[in-house]
Nanobody, 126 residues
Framework: QVQFVESGGGLVQPGGSLRLSCAAS????????IGWFRQAPGKEREGVSC???????YHIDSVKGRFTISRDNAKNTIHLQMNSLKPEDTAVYFC????????????????????WGQGTQVTVSS
C-alpha cells in the first residue's frame, strides 16, 4: 500500500522552529520529486517547497531563507525544517510526489502531484 505519513506539526510561538517529517511506505522516494504544500483555513492549498532526487530544491519566496527541505533516503523520509516561523505559516502541511523535476511552475500546480499524505497541523501563535 502506497502511503505518505506526515508528522512533526504542533503549536509554536512566532520566531520558533518546527521540523516536519514525511515518511513513505509502499514506494521509494529515490525516483520522485517531493513537494511540501500547505492549506490555511479558507484558503487554497499552495506549494511551499520541493526537492528533486538529485538534492536540488525550490522554495517559494515567502519561506526562502527560513525553510529547508532535506531527504533521508535510507529512511525513505523527507523533512521540512521551518525556522523563524510566522503566524501566516499557520496551516495544515502535506507532502506529495511528482515524477517531473520540481520547479516554481511545477510547485504552483496541484494536479501533477500524487500520493498525498493526510497532513499535519502547524499553528504559529503567541
Amino acid at each position: 500500500q502506497v502511503q505518505f505519513v506526515e508528522s512533526g506539526g504542533g503549536l509554536v510561538q512566532p520566531g520558533g522552529s518546527l521540523r516536519l517529517s514525511c515518511a513513505a511506505s509502499g514506494f521509494t522516494l529515490d525516483y520522485y520529486s517531493i513537494g511540501w504544500f500547505r492549506q490555511a483555513p479558507g484558503k487554497e492549498r499552495e506549494g511551499v517547497s520541493c526537492s528533486n532526487w538529485d538534492g536540488s530544491s525550490y522554495h517559494i519566496d515567502s519561506v526562502k531563507g527560513r525553510f529547508t527541505i532535506s531527504r533521508d533516503n535510507a529512511k525513505n523520509t523527507i523533512h521540512l525544517q521551518m525556522n523563524s516561523l510566522k503566524p501566516e505559516d499557520t496551516a495544515v502541511y502535506f507532502c506529495a510526489t511528482d515524477l517531473a523535476v520540481c520547479s516554481r511552475v511545477r510547485l504552483s500546480r496541484l494536479d501533477p502531484w500524487g500520493n498525498w499524505g493526510q497532513g499535519t497541523q502547524v499553528t504559529v501563535s503567541s
